[in-house]
């Protein structure tokens, strides 16, 4: 009996050995020194940001309704710049502006056939994050999308839109002063953290 719980040990030991997984990352340079080899690696960066610390109760509700928002928000950007991605070249591979016109009717329609319904439950403070996470994902302003895609007067007369409801649509996105909270939430979301 003891020599069939030593094999089953064994048996299992080598079993849990071999599911590991294989480290990918490549080996980029070694040497040796004084009979030991120092090997470097590329590895995966990790960013580390400080424990938030808050005044009060009310703060914190604050910032978590402000990751909710921003988690709701992130998916709609990232599928603006894959949208981007896709349909930039098409768009200034048509020869006259009434084909350009079309296509981008055609992804407007489609876009809100398959959004309005969620857009329409949106408060304002949910577009102005939008409006800063699609300048981060295709690093370009909203504004400058809309003047390259519908025209300068379509540019315009959404910023006054915009300004109507105290967004500006020429604003940039700045990781390092303004929008460093929404910067280390989006890392957060990227990294599976949020």
């Known amino acids: 009996m003891k020599r069939l719980l030593l094999i089953m040990t064994f048996l299992m030991g080598a079993w849990l050995a071999g599911a590991q997984e294989q480290d990918t990352s490549g080996a980029v340079m070694g040497y040796i020194q004084d009979g030991d080899t120092i090997i470097f690696k590329n590895i995966k960066e990790i960013p580390v940001f400080p424990d938030r610390e808050f005044k009060n109760n009310r ?8 990751i909710q928002k921003v988690k709701k928000v992130y998916p709609l950007a990232v599928e603006a710049r894959e949208l981007l991605k896709k349909y930039e070249p098409e768009y200034y591979a048509l020869e006259t502006r009434k084909e350009q016109r079309k296509l981008m ?6 876009l809100l056939d398959k959004h309005k319904d969620e857009l329409k439950k949106w408060s304002i403070s949910d577009g ?5 996470l699609i300048n981060r994902e295709t690093e370009r302003t909203p504004y400058s999308l809309i003047k390259d895609f519908r025209g300068g007067f379509s540019a315009t007369f959404w910023q006054g839109i915009a300004k109507l409801f105290r967004n500006d649509l020429k604003a940039g996105y700045d990781p390092d002063e303004e929008d460093q909270v ?10 599976g953290y949020l």
């Open 182 to 191: 929404l910067e280390e939430i989006v890392t957060l979301i990227e990294l």
């Open 128 to 132: 102005r994050i939008l409006l800063k």
């Open 59 to 66: 703060q914190y509700r604050r910032y978590t309704r402000y």
């Open 105 to 110: 009717k055609q992804l407007e329609k489609e």
